[in-house]
């Protein structure tokens, strides 16, 4: 990694400031995270188009998982799936998720200098939201297939990209609450 050069600290910035050596090395490796987390997510569910009719479902734990082939024209948990505008709403989950991939990118550029967990959650946001986004144009649905049951209860259908959206957020929360050092 080449040197890094620290500017001198300012009377608004008392701490040096880093160069964007290190956001330069890092940054394609946060990016090459969330691109295997959109292209694993969309190799899962061309392989669930291509082996599982839709509605149809392969119980692989019995009681507890089963690989089901759903298409969810809603948001999260099909929230939205049978609106009278079906269209309207696909129209506003891609506006969203644009907006999502985004922000989520733009944080990711500017805040990760390092490999820490906000940055690795970041980096898997950002590659559930485009694997979800890039099915909601292409198909104009997402393809659902993780049945997960625990006794008479069922967790709503998802998938690869959501799970790495639950997985980022959960990460997230973790460097919210822990207590950080003091500098």
Same mark, same amino acid.
């Given at each position: 990694?080449p +040197?890094?050069? +620290?500017?001198?600290?300012t +009377?608004f910035?008392?701490?040096?400031r880093?160069?964007?050596?290190?956001?330069?090395?890092?940054?394609?490796?946060?990016?090459?995270?969330?691109?295997?987390?959109?292209?694993?997510d #969309?190799?899962?569910?061309?392989?669930?188009?291509? #082996?599982?009719?839709?509605?149809?479902? #392969?119980?692989?734990?019995?009681?507890?998982?089963?690989?089901? #082939?759903?298409?969810?024209?809603?948001?999260?948990?099909?929230?939205?799936?049978?609106?009278?505008?079906p269209?309207?709403?696909?129209?506003?989950?891609?506006?969203?998720?644009?907006?999502?991939?985004?922000?989520?990118?733009?944080?990711?550029?500017?805040?990760?200098? &390092?490999?820490?967990?906000?940055?690795?959650?970041?980096?898997?946001?950002?590659?559930?939201?485009?694997?979800?986004?890039?099915?909601?144009?292409?198909? *104009?649905?997402?393809?659902?297939?993780?049945?997960?049951?625990?006794?008479?209860? *069922?967790?709503?259908?998802?998938?690869?990209?959501?799970?790495?959206?639950?997985?980022?957020? &959960?990460l997230?929360?973790?460097?919210?609450?822990?207590?950080?050092? +003091?500098?």
């Amino acid at each position: 990694m080449p +040197e890094r050069y +620290e500017y001198p600290p300012t +009377e608004f910035d008392p701490k040096p400031r880093q160069s964007m050596d290190r956001r330069r090395f890092y940054f394609p490796l946060l990016l090459a995270l969330s691109a295997f987390v959109a292209i694993a997510d #969309h190799v899962s569910k061309k392989f669930i188009v291509h #082996h599982l009719p839709v509605g149809r479902s #392969h119980t692989v734990i019995p009681g507890i998982l089963n690989i089901t #082939h759903v298409l969810n024209t809603g948001a999260a948990f099909s929230f939205l799936a049978d609106t009278a505008s079906p269209d309207v709403v696909r129209r506003g989950l891609i506006l969203f998720s644009i907006a999502a991939v985004l922000i989520v990118g733009v944080l990711l550029l500017r805040t990760c200098k &390092c490999l820490n967990l906000t940055c690795i959650a970041l980096a898997l946001i950002l590659g559930g939201a485009v694997g979800n986004l890039y099915d909601r144009v292409v198909y *104009h649905y997402v393809i659902d297939f993780i049945g997960f049951h625990v006794g008479p209860y *069922h967790w709503p259908d998802f998938n690869f990209a959501d799970s790495a959206i639950v997985i980022g957020a &959960c990460l997230l929360m973790i460097e919210v609450i822990r207590p950080q050092p +003091e500098n």
